[in-house]
Nanobody
Framework: QVQLVESGGGLVQAGGSLRLSCTAS????????MGWYRQAPGKQRELVAA???????NYADSVKGRFTISRDNAKNTVYLQMNSLKPEDTAVYYC????????????????WGTGTQVTVSS
């Protein structure tokens, strides 16, 4: 059974910083893409940032220049450094990983963490 466990959320003032972490555990053969999504009240879940196993990154326009995604493949961990936070960044942040759980390349599935709350006060 694969689990994604997030940490690092909390309450911060506008302009402040937070660092989110997410570690995948369980029977994992390899991890392909990892990413962070967020969902604000009354809104759909949206992609914040993603990173491939090779280190290529992709960001939502709203966070470019403020957020940085990185990963430590040896630790099965993905990070999201969030700087210059704004009230509109307030949301539940979810970790996502597309990973392989068996020796066959077809044994790839999407997994989600349970989410961590980020609240930015004005």
């Amino acid at each position: 059974q694969v689990q994604l466990v997030e940490s690092g959320g909390g309450l911060v003032q506008a302009g402040g910083s937070l660092r989110l972490s997410c570690t995948a555990s369980g029977i994992i053969f390899s991890i392909n893409d990892m990413g962070w999504y967020r969902q604000a009240p009354g809104k759909q879940r949206e992609l914040v940032a993603a990173i491939t196993s090779g280190g290529s990154t992709n960001y939502a326009d709203s966070v470019k220049g403020r957020f940085t995604i990185s990963r430590d493949n040896a630790k099965n961990t993905v990070y999201l450094q969030m700087n210059s936070l704004k009230p509109e960044d307030t949301a539940v942040y979810y970790c996502n990983a597309y990973l392989q759980i068996g020796i066959w390349s077809s044994d790839k599935y999407d997994y989600w963490g349970t989410g961590t709350q980020v609240t930015v006060s004005s």
